[in-house]
């Protein structure tokens, strides 16, 4: 009807962008120095543990808490791992460290294979108590744990096998099995009945298809669960001082024992530095997988 | 090649009967389709003859072999799903060779079959592909491939193509088809839609509430249903239903409605209606023509509404407040809000007890 006007044509040549918001409002301002103070509060910690372990112990009497070292070195480093006295021997906490590695690798994976089983048989093979069971299980992973001790230390020693390797390997499979049981079940559950199916008529039997089929399919989850294990095992302090035994002492009491049980000065250094060591695997962990776990739990979240 | 044998099956499924004393045989290299709503059994009957459910009472047999309380693998059966359950973590080649691993078929045996089924389903360049690398019709068609190289006796379809678009439903639909003629191989396939059956069937077992309706070839049964359920479901648009009379006037009997008196001399009749009987007459689509009111014996109609299809237009009729669908070729011209005569094939009608809905 009308003939085109000036403005219509130019909004027709042009291209339209979207305004751009001001980056800086007082709002925004608020917010990060919001952000900044508490990201500050959590890292000043690690600010101090990281300092101190660099300083000398003349440094270190000066008790000077914030202050950087006037000559860092990481002998305290080489001392917590290799020298430290911990009660009458003097080998640092190294022994502690293998004794996690130890237990935390086939710990880890045997308890992540046996959620995964939990899980799949659980969600497909679906048996008649399946669910109470799952219930059960449920249930156990809400007592606190504390309550289990005292009948688990009896029962160990009953057994012949309290203060052993394999005591504190079957406590870490036990107690983390809901947890577990609960990641793949809920991950299992959201796969379609029908691929399963699809399996049992090419034949496949219990194992086959779970080797074979489930198993890789559950591999975010494989990581996510090994993850959570593998850092749960390693900052375990409870269950490796009553069940594991003098021998098999984990890094974390054998860091116990260095900070608490040396004689004479306290060489603040060196704990700082023990701890940083023992800190530094589930840190690893997290930071190279961070987003795997976010992802896992988000999963997990979800669909439970 | 294997016939499918059903006798006196009862399925109770959490305290719910699925199925009462369904009894079904499938013809060795038949094409059956068991057609009906969501909830009508179809699907449980399925996969009971594949061997998931729990037979309460009943037998199944496949070919000689009773098979009531075999595993899944060992009733020679080939499975395609809705949705295509295909391995995700193995590609092509393994997802289709996998049943063959599991039985421990000689390596150069498995390569040969699934070269042929790849050949077949023109997957040939898609061997090395994850099934997430795959649209959704070459998906299904792997589905269909990993069935095949298991040279299974019975095939079992359970909706495939109904997580296709229209386009690919068609194509695949054809495929399968094709698929049948040259295999041979005894098929029972489950779909809700109409035309998968009519297009694809030997024989289409209408089912309803667990209990089949009908079963017949697709002709018969568009002919001559059984009863309103089966008569609504098959036919799009579907069969228009008129509630009337049956009267006998000069000894000839008559569909009698306020705004229609059909003459049914040459209506096959089941038996011997009672005058005044209520009833409801069926008649499709393509079953009337239309003519100037006066030369119609039957009844007249306004025109209210026209969808032209392509091929053919679809007019709809207001026949004193009732909605009639009519389809005529596309050539015709009806005019809107014009009053048309109706001629009803007789022989093409269908007549039902308007009490229980049953073919007279």
């Given amino acids: 009807m009308n003939a085109p006007t000036h403005s219509d044509v130019r909004t027709q040549g042009s291209k339209t962008t979207r305004p751009r918001k001001a980056f800086f409002t007082p709002a925004r301002l608020g917010i990060y120095a919001f952000l900044l103070s508490v990201a500050a509060f959590f890292l000043l910690p690690l600010y101090v543990m990281v300092v101190t372990s660099l300083k000398t112990d003349s440094e270190v009497r000066q008790a000077l808490l914030f202050a950087w070292p006037a000559h860092a070195q990481f002998g305290n480093w080489v001392d917590a791992w290799s020298t430290a006295c911990i009660a009458l021997t003097c080998d640092g906490i190294q022994g502690g460290f293998w004794n996690s590695v130890r237990l935390v690798v086939p710990t880890t994976v045997l308890s992540v294979l046996l959620g995964a089983l939990n899980g799949y048989a659980l969600s497909f093979w679906r048996s008649r108590w399946g669910n109470i069971l799952f219930g059960i299980m449920m249930l156990g992973a809400f007592v606190p744990f504390q309550v289990m001790i005292y009948p688990l230390v009896a029962w160990f020693r009953m057994g012949g096998f309290y203060n052993t390797y394999w005591a504190i390997m079957v406590v870490h499979c036990v107690f983390g099995m809901p947890v577990m049981t609960l990641l793949f079940r809920n991950y299992y559950v959201a796969v379609p009945q029908e691929l399963f199916k699809a399996a049992r008529i090419d034949g496949g039997g219990f194992w086959r298809i779970f080797i074979q089929l489930m198993l890789p399919m559950a591999t975010p989850m494989l990581i996510v669960a090994t993850i959570l294990q593998l850092t749960g095992i390693w900052n375990d302090y409870l269950f490796g001082l009553i069940f594991a035994g003098k021998d098999n002492y984990p890094m974390t009491v054998q860091l116990n024992n260095l900070v608490n049980t040396t004689f004479g000065e306290r060489r603040y250094n060196v704990d700082m530095a023990a701890t940083i060591l023992t800190s530094l695997v589930p840190l690893a962990v997290y930071f190279f997988s961070g987003r795997w776990f976010v992802r896992g739990i988000a999963a997990g979240a979800v669909k439970g | ?360």
């Fill in chain 2, 1 to 360: 090649m294997a016939s499918v044998n059903i006798q006196n099956l009862d399925i109770v499924l959490g305290g719910v009967d699925i199925l009462k004393s369904m009894n079904l045989h499938v013809q060795d290299g038949e094409f059956l389709v068991l057609l009906g709503p969501s909830g009508c059994g179809k699907s449980t009957l399925l996969h009971t003859i594949a061997g998931f459910n729990e037979v309460t009472d009943g037998s199944i047999c496949i070919g000689e072999k009773d098979v009531t309380w075999a595993d899944p693998k060992d009733r020679d059966i080939g499975m395609v799903f809705q949705s295509y359950a295909l391995y995700p973590t193995m590609n092509v080649e393994r997802n289709m060779s996998f049943g063959l691993r599991v039985a421990g078929v000689p390596k150069a045996d498995i390569a040969r079959r699934v070269e042929r089924a790849a050949a077949m389903l023109h997957l040939k360049e898609l061997l090395n592909r994850r099934p997430s690398q795959l649209s959704g019709g070459q998906r299904q068609r792997v589905a269909i491939g990993r069935a095949l190289v298991r040279d299974a006796k019975v095939f079992l379809f359970d909706e495939p193509l109904s997580n296709l678009d229209a386009k690919l439903r068609a194509e695949l639909r054809r495929e399968l088809k094709q698929l049948h003629k040259d295999l041979g191989t005894t098929m029972v396939y489950v779909t809700h839609d109409q035309v998968e059956a009519m297009t694809m069937a030997s024989r289409i077992a209408v089912m309803r509430g667990g209990k089949i309706q009908q079963i017949d070839t697709p002709a018969a049964i568009y002919a001559r249903p059984k009863n309103m359920f089966v008569a609504g479901f098959l036919g799009s648009p579907s069969m228009n239903f008129i509630e009337g009379t049956l009267q006998a006037l000069d000894g000839v009997w008559h569909f009698q409605s306020p705004a229609l008196r059909v003459d049914l001399r040459h209506y096959p009749l089941q038996q011997t209606p009672l005058a005044g009987q209520r009833c409801v007459l069926g008649v499709r689509p393509e079953s009337i023509k239309l003519c100037a009111p006066a030369d119609s014996q039957q009844g007249s109609a306004q025109v209210a509404l026209i969808e032209p299809m392509g091929a053919s237009q679809i007019v709809w009729l207001n026949l004193q407040g009732q909605q009639v669908s009519v389809q005529l070729e596309a050539q015709a011209t009806p005019e809107l809000e014009r009053s048309v005569g109706l001629q009803m094939a007789v022989a093409e009608l269908s007549l039902f007890d308007a009490e229980s809905q049953e073919r007279l």
